[in-house]
């Protein structure tokens, strides 16, 4: 039974007036004449309407139908309107990925405000390094992500978003502690804690290019706990700016005259909930207006 040919029956008959019906269905005459003579067909020759001169009125048959037909358009009507309403106040979950070391600061304020503004708005955050986070993105596990290097996969959108500044984390009796700043290549030799594989990576790059060079005792998911390990006295850890904060047992060193870049990575042609681009948009002006 087609949706439109009941409305047009329902509104023909409050109405008893083909012209007039037509009109208000926003439909031609002959068209609504020719929905109503197949819907009597349908229902077995059952005659809904007949002639009275030039106008028409529902036959008994057809007043029984119009009871029914209307209480059944109220209910798929109210039906819709519940249906809109659930998806207008459901949730939206923002799956959010991030390198270690971005999620303080800016990013956090942002997704608080942001959080804060849209009550419908849920955050899934997951914490990893660049590779994991894209791979995420590619599966359409993450919406977005916040990554510290780019990939040649055409699939990807990069946005570079702004630059991070880095430290050495050294133990407070370190011989390098009370240093102004440190040359890259005077502490590349030593234990270190990597917290982030392409913090690693592109730190060898910058150096000695060499891997073999690096004394990497221990790899760690966040740079808190790479931080946990330079206070326990395990080695050394090269941190974004972010991350830096008085903790004991540790000093934190800039590192001379070396920045990582930080990307937005989403997929090309996915689309996005209003509400998780608007968020993307706002969080990659913030970010770059902040740098």
């Given at each position: 039974m087609n949706y439109n040919v009941l409305r047009y029956f329902s509104v023909l008959a409050q109405v008893e007036h083909y012209t007039v019906a037509a009109a208000r269905l926003g439909i031609s005459q002959p068209s609504l004449s020719s929905a109503i003579h197949?819907?009597?067909?349908e229902l077995g020759g059952v005659k809904l309407f007949e002639k009275t001169g030039r106008n028409?009125?529902?036959?008994?048959?057809?007043k029984f139908y119009q009871e029914k037909v209307d209480a059944a358009l109220k209910e798929l009507h109210s039906a819709s309107l519940m249906l809109r309403?659930?998806?207008l106040s459901a949730?939206?979950?923002?799956?959010?990925?991030?390198?270690?070391?971005?999620l303080e600061g800016l990013v956090a304020k942002?997704?608080?405000?942001?959080?804060?503004?849209?009550?419908?708005i849920r955050f899934h955050l997951t914490e990893s390094s660049a590779e994991s986070l894209m791979d995420l993105v590619r599966q359409e596990k993450?919406?977005?992500a916040i990554v510290d290097s780019t990939d040649r996969d055409r699939s990807l959108h990069f946005r570079k978003l702004n630059q991070r500044d880095f430290y050495v984390a050294l133990p407070e009796d370190h011989p390098?502690?009370?240093?102004?700043c440190i040359d890259p290549n005077s502490v590349v030799h030593e234990p270190q804690i990597v917290f982030n594989?392409?913090?690693?990576?592109?730190?060898?790059?910058?150096?000695?290019?060499?891997?073999?060079?690096?004394?990497?005792?221990c790899t760690v998911d966040t740079a808190q706990s790479a931080l946990d390990l330079v206070a326990a006295g395990v080695g050394i850890a090269f941190i974004p700016d972010k991350c830096v904060s008085s903790r004991p047992g540790i000093r934190f060193v800039p590192l001379k005259n070396w920045h990582q870049a930080l990307y937005m990575c989403i997929l090309y042609d996915k689309w996005l909930e209003p509400p998780v681009w608007d968020f993307v948009e706002i969080l990659v002006k913030s970010m770059r207006e902040g740098s």
């Amino acid at each position: 039974m087609n949706y439109n040919v009941l409305r047009y029956f329902s509104v023909l008959a409050q109405v008893e007036h083909y012209t007039v019906a037509a009109a208000r269905l926003g439909i031609s005459q002959p068209s609504l004449s020719s929905a109503i003579h197949n819907l009597e067909n349908e229902l077995g020759g059952v005659k809904l309407f007949e002639k009275t001169g030039r106008n028409i009125r529902l036959t008994d048959e057809g007043k029984f139908y119009q009871e029914k037909v209307d209480a059944a358009l109220k209910e798929l009507h109210s039906a819709s309107l519940m249906l809109r309403d659930s998806k207008l106040s459901a949730p939206v979950v923002i799956r959010m990925g991030v390198v270690s070391g971005t999620l303080e600061g800016l990013v956090a304020k942002e997704i608080a405000q942001y959080a804060r503004d849209n009550q419908r708005i849920r955050f899934h955050l997951t914490e990893s390094s660049a590779e994991s986070l894209m791979d995420l993105v590619r599966q359409e596990k993450l919406d977005m992500a916040i990554v510290d290097s780019t990939d040649r996969d055409r699939s990807l959108h990069f946005r570079k978003l702004n630059q991070r500044d880095f430290y050495v984390a050294l133990p407070e009796d370190h011989p390098l502690a009370d240093s102004e700043c440190i040359d890259p290549n005077s502490v590349v030799h030593e234990p270190q804690i990597v917290f982030n594989y392409n913090v690693a990576k592109s730190f060898k790059e910058w150096t000695t290019g060499a891997p073999a060079d690096e004394k990497v005792i221990c790899t760690v998911d966040t740079a808190q706990s790479a931080l946990d390990l330079v206070a326990a006295g395990v080695g050394i850890a090269f941190i974004p700016d972010k991350c830096v904060s008085s903790r004991p047992g540790i000093r934190f060193v800039p590192l001379k005259n070396w920045h990582q870049a930080l990307y937005m990575c989403i997929l090309y042609d996915k689309w996005l909930e209003p509400p998780v681009w608007d968020f993307v948009e706002i969080l990659v002006k913030s970010m770059r207006e902040g740098s």
